[in-house]
């Protein structure tokens, strides 16, 4: 069993409810999308391929509790699944980063999973699978990254349409498009509406050169 590993790495979490927490990231190669905002590209191809007992003795030796396994999009690997039942079975917190293209059925309901839907900007708004919204458990978290006007609108859309599908409780983040969209302007725009969301910013970008690998 093996994956097309990226990086390993130790770091801060930096966009979701668990912000701010020492993580280990394992960032797969690989994405079927291509957004126009994406600060990955080095993840479309390049990687090694990886046994599963490689990738958990590099995780391990960072002695950290949380584990977040991104990309890239980490789905498009058949032996990512498997990847996170083992890292759960060690007692370790799984969270999974998924652009919300692919089915997250498929993965344990232990494991957070952190959907991050794409509005218009992206250019790849028509690859959403809306129908992940009803897989959400209530562990798993909603992300938007808004970077003008008609984001806003689209995902204020999609949440009007579809709140009913998943839990309450579930965490929605709604996230500037850094360097392209002022915080303070989409922190207007959520106060004005009113909408229950929470506004996050990519704090490992506020905190290191948002162009830095393995941060």
């Known amino acids: 069993m093996s ?7 130790y770091s801060i979490q930096g966009e979701s409810s668990y912000a701010g927490r020492p993580c280990v990231f394992i960032r797969l190669t690989g994405c079927n999308l291509r957004c126009s905002y994406c600060d990955t590209r080095y993840a479309y191809e390049e990687g090694l391929d990886m046994e599963l007992p490689l990738i958990l003795d590099q995780v391990f030796s960072c ?47 232990r ?10 900007s992206s250019g790849m708004e028509k690859r959403n699978d809306l129908e992940n919204l009803g897989r959400l458990s ?3 978290e909603l992300k938007f990254v808004i970077g003008d006007r008609p984001d806003f ?3 204020r859309h999609i949440l009007d349409e579809h709140r009913k599908l998943f839990p309450e409780q579930t965490p929605v983040h709604f996230s500037p498009v850094f360097g392209e969209l002022e915080p303070k302007r989409l922190a207007q725009w959520i106060l004005d509406e009113r909408l229950e969301v929470r506004l996050q910013l990519p704090l490992h970008k506020l905190l290191w050169d948002p162009n830095q690998r393995g941060v």
Do not use: H, M, W, Y
């Open 63 to 109: 002695r950290c509790p949380l584990v977040e396994i991104t990309g890239g999009e980490p789905l498009l690997q058949a032996d990512t699944p498997p990847l996170i039942r083992r890292l759960l079975e060690k007692n370790l917190t799984v969270l999974l980063e998924t652009n919300g293209s692919q089915n997250i059925q498929r993965v344990d309901d």
């Open 111 to 120: 494991c957070i999973k952190i959907v991050d839907l794409k509005c218009p």
């Open 138 to 140: 209530s562990n798993d």
């Open 3 to 9: 994956l097309k590993v990226n990086e390993i790495f």
């Open 153 to 155: 609108e689209f995902a």
